[in-house]
């Protein structure tokens, strides 16, 4: 099993063959969330991720179930997912009511949500980890592993008296850690192998400079976009030369309406030292090469940006 997890990490993980900066474990989750109103009101929401695709859906009113890729099945058979379905709908009314029939014992207070996360992750050349965590107002609560649930540092009391609780429900607990460890794996790694014509897809980036607003007298703020890139792993420096500039301020990777990314990439410098900086990006889609962004001599003037393709000089 081990072996066919790395084979397969090493073909969907951008750059995984032989580019460490691109290299990141690749999770499947589901996450349900639950809005307690009051002692007789709930509602529930719930999906299912690959990484921040979303593969599934949910609709809680009539119980019926999404599969948002045309690969969202895996290689799993129709009995499986009947019966994966049918475990969710459980999962789906019972959980809520344990914590509807202790409201007072844990110190709840309407309205609150309760959100569990349950799922798998794979690294290159390790076993999948299972998880499942249960949050509390958006702050974690407690977390199962190995047969057992564990409260959260944060989780204070309440936290304790929910694991006290969970405990006590063993079979249930062996049964939690099979899935985990087992199914989802397995149900992961076929929705790699399914939608292996989607999932590896590479998109190049656009990239342009801009000025951003003055960080104070004397200095600017240069800002390096880049647009329009899949996969999601990419690489945005300020440089100097081949000298990275550290105080290079990477914001949020944001995701476009057609499944592609944005990101931005400041650097907050004297005026008279702007002058020779460039913005290098790194993305699989570049065919080892790296995409490099000049600042002009006279300043962001329209036609001046100069854009190359550079062999990157890490090694490989």
């Known amino acids: 099993m081990l072996f066919l997890q790395v084979a397969l990490l090493i073909v969907f993980i951008p750059g995984g063959d032989s580019d460490d900066d691109f290299q990141e474990p690749i999770s499947f989750r589901t996450i349900l969330t639950t809005s307690?109103?009051?002692?007789?009101?709930?509602?529930?929401?719930?999906?299912?991720?690959?990484?921040?695709?979303?593969?599934?859906?949910?609709?809680?009113?009539t119980g019926v179930f999404f599969y948002l890729q045309p690969w969202s099945r895996g290689n799993f058979s129709k009995k499986e997912l009947m019966k994966q379905e049918r475990d969710f709908q459980t999962f789906s009314?019972?959980?809520?009511?344990?914590?509807?029939?202790?409201?007072?014992?844990?110190?709840?207070?309407?309205?609150?949500?309760?959100?569990?996360?349950?799922?798998?992750?794979?690294?290159?050349?390790?076993?999948?980890?299972?998880?499942?965590?249960?949050?509390?107002?958006?702050?974690?609560?407690?977390?199962?592993?190995?047969?057992?649930?564990?409260?959260?540092?944060?989780?204070?009391?309440?936290?304790?008296?929910?694991?006290?609780l969970l405990n006590q429900y063993y079979v249930v607990n062996v049964r939690i850690e099979a899935h985990v460890n087992e199914v989802c794996p397995r149900f992961l790694l076929g929705l790699l192998d399914a939608g292996k014509a989607d999932l590896q897809r590479q998109v190049r980036p656009e990239a342009w400079l801009s000025g951003g607003p003055s960080p104070g007298p004397g200095h600017l703020l240069l800002v390096c976009h880049v647009s329009g890139f899949y996969p999601k792993p990419v690489w945005v420096m300020w440089m100097r030369g081949e000298q990275e500039q550290p105080?290079?301020?990477?914001?949020?990777?944001?995701?476009?309406?057609?499944?592609?990314?944005?990101?931005?990439?400041?650097?907050?410098?004297?005026?008279?030292?702007?002058?020779?900086?460039?913005?290098?990006v790194r993305h699989s889609s570049l065919g080892g090469q790296d995409m490099v962004l000049y600042w002009g001599e006279e300043g962001l003037v329209p036609g001046w940006e100069r854009v190359v393709l550079q062999h990157s000089k890490r090694a490989r």
């Open 247 to 280: 105080d290079s301020q990477r914001g949020d990777v944001l995701p476009h309406a057609d499944g592609t990314w944005y990101l931005q990439t400041s650097l907050d410098v004297e005026a008279r030292e702007a002058a020779g900086l460039s913005c290098r």
């Open 93 to 164: 009314i019972t959980f809520p009511l344990i914590f509807q029939d202790h409201v007072s014992q844990w110190q709840l207070e309407y309205p609150f949500l309760v959100q569990v996360v349950k799922g798998c992750v794979l690294h290159v050349g390790e076993a999948s980890k299972g998880f499942l965590r249960i949050a509390y107002q958006g702050s974690d609560l407690v977390s199962f592993q190995n047969t057992s649930w564990w409260p959260s540092p944060k989780g204070g009391n309440r936290a304790q008296e929910v694991c006290k």
């Open 36 to 61: 307690f109103y009051n002692h007789s009101w709930t509602q529930n929401q719930g999906s299912a991720w690959l990484d921040e695709l979303q593969t599934h859906g949910w609709n809680s009113k």
